[in-house]
């Protein structure tokens, strides 16, 4: 059950077994928060533990203390634990963050922005640098430029899951369950399809950029060992 709207912006951390580089993480956060109350923006920070480790979880407990909101939940899946701490927000926005990701000091600031010029969109980065086991550096495309395609879905994805968008739209829009076994993964994928299938525009936010650690073992690399989907736009 999702609370009343109290405040403009829950920031959703999903964590796992991210150990100390879950302060890092957190500390980007933070930072991204206390640039946004500085402008007087309301926020509220939901860290959810899938499964997390002890490290991991004792990490974040001191970072945030009482200051966050913590779910332990056992869904062993990165959408599936963006999906519970969506039902806990109690902000008119959510922005995901996961564990060993980083945020640009102003993304908050500037997603916010954004929104209240177009509050029926998806915003992302302008820019996504991978760093860990790939060094890779991409440019979040706007969906209702020239450049997009949307029949490039059906082959790789434009769009990153570390997003902020209304409430509204992640609880019309729940993200889909992998299921590795069926060959079905990089959530993220589908709900770039299933969003931009029914009209909804995902749009960059100029000079914000993510950083996002990719390591051998994860979903998506399991997911890529495997070939992933071909078809991602069925819904769910």
């Known amino acids: 059950m999702k609370s009343a709207v109290d405040c403009d912006i829950s920031i959703v951390i999903t964590a796992h077994r991210e150990g100390l580089l879950s302060a890092p993480c957190g500390k980007s956060a933070l930072l991204a928060k206390q640039a946004a109350e500085a402008e007087g923006l309301r926020c509220q920070t939901i860290v959810v533990l899938d499964r997390a480790d002890e490290l991991t979880s004792s990490v ?21 634990s963006r999906n519970r701490g969506v039902e806990q927000a109690s902000g008119t926005c959510v922005s995901f963050l996961d564990g060993d990701d980083l945020w640009s000091e102003n993304w908050l600031v500037e997603s916010y ?5 177009r509050p029926d969109v998806v915003y992302h980065p302008a820019c996504l640098m ?92 399991q997911v890529n060992s495997i070939g992933g989907v071909s078809w991602p736009v069925s819904r769910p």
Not at 66 to 74: K, N
Not at 113 to 117: D, I, K, N, S, V
């Open 130 to 221: 991978r760093f860990g086991d790939e060094r890779l550096l991409f440019w979040h495309v706007d969906s209702e430029c020239r450049l997009c395609d949307p029949e490039y879905l059906l082959w790789s994805n434009y769009w990153d899951a570390m997003s902020f968008a209304e409430a509204s739209i992640f609880r019309k829009y729940p993200f889909k369950a992998n299921d590795l076994a069926l060959g079905f993964g990089h959530e993220d994928w589908h709900w770039s399809a299933w969003t931009l299938q029914d009209g909804v525009q995902h749009k960059p936010v100029a000079e914000t950029i993510h950083f996002k650690r990719g390591r051998p073992g994860s979903q998506m690399s």
């Open 60 to 80: 974040l407990h001191e970072l945030f203390g009482e200051g966050a909101v913590y779910l332990e939940t056992d869904e062993g899946d990165p959408g599936q």
């Open 113 to 117: 922005r954004c929104y209240l010029e």
